[in-house]
């Protein structure tokens, strides 16, 4: 399979509304992938967790929300 881009638009704006895609991640290792992506630039996001769930939220350096999940 090959996928080739024409033109690759980069937004700089504010996120405003709730984004159209969410990613849920399962890696083998929660607590070591959460590290690595903090390392490469991703932020823990608060959307009202409780604080026992098995999931952590975190947001790409452009806001975008995805989660990883415990195996």
Known sequence: MSLEWEQIVIDREEK??????HLDFRPDDQD???????????RRVDVGQAGDEPWVVLADPEGNEFCILSS
Not at 16 to 21: E, G, I, T
Not at 32 to 42: F, T
């Open 32 to 42: 070591a992938e959460v590290a690595r992506l903090l390392a490469l630039g991703a």
């Open 16 to 21: 405003v509304v709730k984004n159209r895609l």
